[in-house]
């Protein structure tokens, strides 16, 4: 009985430790035509001030040209929209539960890919790993970055 017991225990508490990062991409996409990404900026100051910064280095370093959307911008060949959606959570301090990162067709907003990193609280991970997991997801990279060992 106390075995039993000591099982169903354990699998309830690793239930909590997961992590999870899924991709979509609309069928017949491409991004390797991608060259230039407007980001449409969040209203939320978190999300400005901590995340975004990391989100544009991540874009630059994999060659991207990124740019802050407004309504005046005129789309040009190579052009997408890029957005992202940010889940943060109170546990004894602030993390990022989810982020969701996207492009879309500039004109038609036709969304072509996406991708989530998730994760619970007791396997949070920094931000700047949730913004790596969630970007190598969008662009299909392998996902053995260094914050997965740890």
């Not at 009985?1 to 997961?18: H, K």
């Not at 969040?42 to 802050?68: F, H, K, Q, S, W």
């Not at 004109?107 to 969630?134: P, Y």
Request: charged share 25%.
């Amino acid at each position: 009985m106390i075995e039993r017991l000591s099982t169903v225990a354990a699998i309830l508490l690793l239930a909590g430790c997961s992590t999870n990062v899924s991709r979509f991409q609309m069928p017949g996409t491409d991004l390797a035509d991608v060259q230039r990404l407007y980001i449409n900026v969040a209203e939320e100051e978190r999300e400005t001030e901590e995340l975004l910064p990391l989100i544009r280095a991540n874009l630059e370093g994999r060659g991207y040209e990124v740019m802050m959307s407004d309504q005046s911008v005129i789309f040009e060949q190579g052009d997408f929209k890029f957005d992202y959606a940010a889940d943060w959570h109170w546990d004894m301090d602030w993390y990022l539960l989810d982020l969701r990162v996207a492009i879309y067709e500039p004109g038609t907003n036709i969304l072509l890919a996406q991708a989530h990193s998730q994760q619970s609280s007791l396997v949070r991970k920094s931000i700047d790993v949730v913004v790596e997991r969630a970007l190598a997801s969008l662009f299909d990279d392998v996902l053995e970055t260094k914050g997965d060992r740890e």
